[in-house]
Nanobody, 118 residues
Framework: QVQLAESGGGLVQPGESLRVSCLASGRFYSIYDMGWYRQAPGKERDLVARIESGGSTTYANSVMGRFGVSRNNNMVLLKMNSLKPDDTDVYYC??????????????WGQGIQVTVSS
């Protein structure tokens, strides 16, 4: 199993920056891709940014040019710049890991609140 420990987040004003990080630990062979999703109450969980093991990245259109995702071994970082009130959500770390020689599984963090408000 893989545990995802998230940190960062909090309350910031519009236009400010914030960083969230997530560290994967546990028993696994390797981590394929890691990333961040976000979810507002009553809505679906949507991709924010993802980084593959080879370094390629994917971003939601709404955060393109403002957010940057990076990875260092089993840690994924999301740097959020020029934050807007619409970015207020619970952010979830996500990872796909090879947990046995034949099995790939998906894991989620507990979620971390990001609030953008004046």
């Amino acid at each position: 199993q893989v545990q995802l420990a998230e940190s960062g987040g909090g309350l910031v004003q519009p236009g400010e920056s914030l960083r969230v990080s997530c560290l994967a630990s546990g028993r696994f062979y390797s981590i394929y891709d890691m990333g961040w999703y976000r979810q507002a109450p009553g809505k679906e969980r949507d991709l924010v940014a993802r980084i593959e093991s080879g370094g390629s990245t994917t971003y939601a259109n709404s955060v393109m040019g403002r957010f940057g995702v990076s990875r260092n071994n089993n840690m994924v970082l999301l740097k959020m710049n020029s934050l807007k009130p619409d970015d207020t959500d619970v952010y979830y770390c996500h990872a796909r890991a090879l947990v046995s020689s034949t099995s790939i599984s998906t894991f989620w963090g507990q979620g971390i609140q990001v609030t953008v408000s004046s």
